[in-house]
């Protein structure tokens, strides 16, 4: 194995067990489904790295999304709130009764630099594959990511049923985790069009 790929598998394998002993031991399962699905999902990558090589930027990439995500639910930032609910610049509070509907958490970022990502990723596999204007492939990648996007919503729906006190929110944080992984995606298709052309 190359020192590159070592030090990414050493990385994720690092963060991986060192969180779910953590969510084990505060008995938090929400995280637990969580980590099950980004252990998939690394599985997955490295299944067919041999065949798409994904660049060091885009596994990076990935690794620190990863990172982030199990940050999110367990690390407590001021007034003892999970690093998901913080709010590092408050560009907009409508003041609902939940709190939910503010702009900009860590969360909504995080939603955003996922799907950035993903816009990538899907250059990356489609590339040389589907061969149509630059505008209507850039276009069909940013829609694919935001496709992508609904799957994140779906495991996050199936915690808020599966587990009695989730931190997912309800129907504000649902709402605005969908603008901010569109938000990411067309970013990320309009990056990755300036950064490679086509």
């Given at each position: 194995m190359k020192k590159g790929y070592l030090a990414l598998v050493l990385f994720n394998l690092a963060y991986i067990i060192?969180?779910?002993?953590?969510?084990?031991?505060?008995?938090?399962?929400?995280?637990?489904?969580?980590?099950?699905?980004?252990?998939?999902?690394?599985?997955?990558v490295f299944a067919i790295q041999r065949r798409v090589k994904f660049s060091y930027t885009i596994l990076w990439m990935l690794?620190?999304?990863?990172?982030?995500?199990?940050?999110?639910?367990?690390?407590?930032?001021?007034?003892?709130?999970?690093?998901?609910?913080?709010?590092?610049?408050e560009l907009y509070n409508a003041g609902d009764t939940l709190g939910e509907f503010v702009i900009l958490k860590f969360d909504q970022v995080l939603h955003w630099y996922v799907y950035f990502i993903?816009?990538?990723?899907?250059?990356?596999?489609?590339?040389?594959?589907?061969?149509?204007?630059?505008?209507?492939?850039?276009?069909?990648?940013?829609?694919?990511?935001?496709?992508?996007s609904v799957i994140n919503e779906l495991v996050e729906f199936a915690a808020a049923v599966g587990v009695q006190d989730t931190g997912v929110g309800g129907y504000y944080n649902t709402s605005l985790d969908l603008v901010f992984n569109t938000l990411g995606a067309v970013t990320g298709a309009i990056a990755s069009y300036l950064r490679k052309g086509r």
């Open positions: 060192g969180f779910s002993i953590y969510y084990l031991s505060i008995k938090n399962y929400e995280f637990m489904i969580y980590i099950g699905v980004l252990v998939a999902l690394f599985v997955l690794s620190i999304w990863g990172l982030l995500h199990m940050m999110g639910g367990g690390v407590r930032w001021p007034g003892d709130e999970v690093l998901y609910r913080w709010v590092p610049i993903m816009s990538f990723v899907l250059v990356h596999l489609l590339k040389g594959k589907v061969k149509i204007r630059p505008l209507y492939f850039y276009t069909l990648v940013a829609l694919a990511s935001m496709g992508l």
